[in-house]
Nanobody
């Protein structure tokens, strides 16, 4: 089990950028695939991006391809989500999640450990 803490959310104008961080503590972080999800009010939790333990395989949700970039630094036990060209529809609570899997899962139920979430609000 790992403990996850997200940070970096906030209020930004449309077209701006934010970088979210997901800091992990606990077991060997490089064993874990990590995913970012988001949930807007009244909507289901949506897969945003994920990567495997060594960061060599990345997967993106269709709505953020070319806009967001996921990366990790296992020496710092941290996964990042760089979000560019933000739009009001990107407004949501963003969660990171981790699981020991050799591939990137895109459904929330596949992940065991979750952070508390960080709010991202994009104003028009």
């Amino acid at each position: 089990q790992v403990q996850l803490v997200e940070s970096g959310g906030g209020l930004v104008q449309a077209g701006g950028s934010l970088r979210l961080s997901c800091a992990a503590s606990g077991r060997t972080f490089s064993n874990y695939a990590v995913g970012w999800f988001r949930q807007a009010p009244g909507k289901e939790r949506e897969f945003v991006a994920g990567l495997n333990g060594n960061g060599g395989n990345t997967v993106y949700g269709d709505s953020v391809k070319g806009q967001f970039t996921i990366s990790r630094d296992n020496a710092k036990n941290t996964v990042y989500l760089q979000m560019n060209s933000l739009k009001p529809e990107d407004t949501a609570v963003y969660y990171c999640a981790a699981v020991i899997l050799p591939y990137v899962a895109i459904v929330p139920g596949a992940y065991r450990d979750w952070g508390q979430g960080t709010q991202v609000t994009v104003s028009s």
